[in-house]
């Protein structure tokens, strides 16, 4: 099983920036895949940002060309670069660990990351 702590959270205004971490442990973090995840009150929780054991990404459209999901496998953690805040991006922000590039979740939720953009 797959441990993660997230960090980096905060109040940010609009157009402004954060950088999330993910730390993992638990499992042999370079052949999995990786994801953040968000999840914004009275909604469901949704896939953001995904990158693969070979750095392949993808985005949720609502973040396309404002976020950036990156890795470092020696340091066993996750990133997620956060540009051009939207009030919209506000949320608890999670991140968890696939089976090696498959869509299969293997880690155990953590606490998460609390975003918040307001002016």
């Known amino acids: 099983q797959v441990q993660l702590v997230e960090s980096g959270g905060g109040l940010v205004q609009p157009g402004g920036s954060l950088r999330l971490s993910c730390a993992a442990s638990g499992s042999i973090f370079s052949i999995n895949a990786m994801g953040w995840y968000r999840q914004a009150p009275g909604k469901q929780r949704e896939l953001v940002a995904r990158i693969t054991s070979g750095g392949s990404t993808n985005y949720a459209d609502s973040v396309k060309g404002r976020f950036t999901i990156s890795r470092d496998n020696a340091k066993n953690t996750v990133y997620l670069r956060m540009n051009r805040l939207k009030p919209e991006d506000t949320a608890v922000y999670y991140c968890?660990?696939?089976?090696?590039?498959?869509?299969?979740?293997?880690?155990?939720w953590g606490q998460g990351t609390q975003v918040t953009v307001s002016s």
């Open positions: 968890n660990s696939y089976q090696r590039d498959t869509y299969i979740l293997f880690g155990s």
